[in-house]
């Protein structure tokens, strides 16, 4: 007989209020104007519904991430502040900290192993962060020692409630630029950004549904939904390298118990997707900004009479341009 | 003994007043939102001066060209309309021209030379557009006869009062999106585009210095400026394929009138300018679409002082991406 599904868990408390959202809104609104919606006629047409896309790759730094990074940094005390902030990541949070930590005039350390690719090193290195190098296995070892060193508030990437509540304020806007969204499809990695975007959904538009989108070859979030208890990620494989990390404490119970569902897709369709969002919006996208593309032309996204108005968050375009010919 | 330059024409009355080019306005905008303007500190710190980029790759039809078709098309009577338009070319014109019809319910045939790109034969086509073939030396005789054949109006690319008025349209909203401009750069291929924004910056912002910008392999602007009439461009040599066309009998006046200079680029300039808005904006530009990045970056671009705040025309996006890696 095949084992019953958990009974669901009782739903939490969201973890941030409406007024949270609305604070971390107002801290970046002078910094972070608006990121753009594009639409096409020949995606609405490929997709049999309108999509309405979120253009995080025209954001300061080139992806969602300095929402988050600049909400935290803000909300330092200035003794905080005095003494700069720290993260480790080899990714797009790297360069967002850097420019957050500039725009406050603080110092910001940034761990990276020591095979990262050499264009995010000198992002980091560009927009003033301190790049200090590790062995790939030891990035919060060392992110702890220099903690102790230095007194530098260390910030993850995505599971803290100050970077989610700055990543909600991409859902904000959008639902400000677009009235009457069915739903909204977001990549999900470590779940900041869609746990930023269900919580804006629950409080500001709580008809619309929000529906993550992940590669197949890191499917924690989808797996973790299925078995109503967080998952690891032990071996992720797939070309979408923002996407390889798993959900956090902070943000696995929004996605529990705010989101869908999570729609799954291969290697193949993220690449077609990210090559049609060069084509048709002539917007660069990196692979996992354009997994939610992916997700919306996938044969089990929801049928159109569930999402006939869909948001799409492209969530970044943070691509290495060096293989292109030209 | 040198030939003294010839004494400067005296100024023409501007083809179109700002009545003309409000009223385009007021026609287009309830099918054109306005296109955003982007912005990158990192390309600011290239140039020398604060860059604001005009993103017409986000434009219907993925360039410019829709703002005058649409206008032409609009301007026709009803028993014109009915009888359908007609153009001949094999750039964004064409596409654009479709979409026009389209939106108007009225019938687009576009005359192309056998040779013309698969893949802009299918964008006419997928627009609703008819396509007529023809030999590539037979493209105004092949019109000339459809136009016998159907009475359909003949609207030309660039060289047409109403085109000229539409294009200006793009000026208008880059003045209201960007005060205190000191110059806005355009690319120059049949001058279309810089005719119309020279006129809106005449009519609304008369202090706003109007620089084209062209390919060294199609320059025919630049020497006509130089010698004071209007010359041909026999033999254009550039991968920027939008420009390799010559000034028209309307574009050419403005040009020499309302045109503070004209700044040619080379084609390593123009592939370096356009891998740069891949890179740093995020934004797919083709290469007679960056050749205004070009010109910014050149040396021979006046001094900062001159235009510390520069409008960067970013004309189109219409890159086939066939060769892409992915």
Redesign the interface.
Known sequence: MPTPPPAPAPLAPPALSAADLQAAADRLSPWLPPT?V?TSR?LDRIAGRRLFFKAE??QRG?SFKIRGALNAVLRLDAAQAARGVLTHSSGNFAQALAIAAGLRGIHAWVVMPEDAPAVKVAAVR?YGGEVVFCAPDQRQATADRLREQTGATFLPSYDHLDVIAGQATCGLELLAQVPDLDAVVVPVGGGGLISGVALACLHRAPAVRVWGAEPLGADDAARSKREGRRLPQPDPRTIADGLRTALGVHTWPVVRDHVQGIVTVGEAEI?AA??LC??R?????EPSGAVSLAACLAADFPAPERAGRVGVVLSG?NVD?G????
């Not at 919006?281 to 996208?285: D, G, S």
């Not at 293989?323 to 030209?326: G, K, R, S």
């Open positions: 753009p594009l020949s790759p025209l080139g560009e690449v990210m090559r060069w084509e919006l002539k917007l660069v996208v375009g341009l293989a292109l010919p030209f």
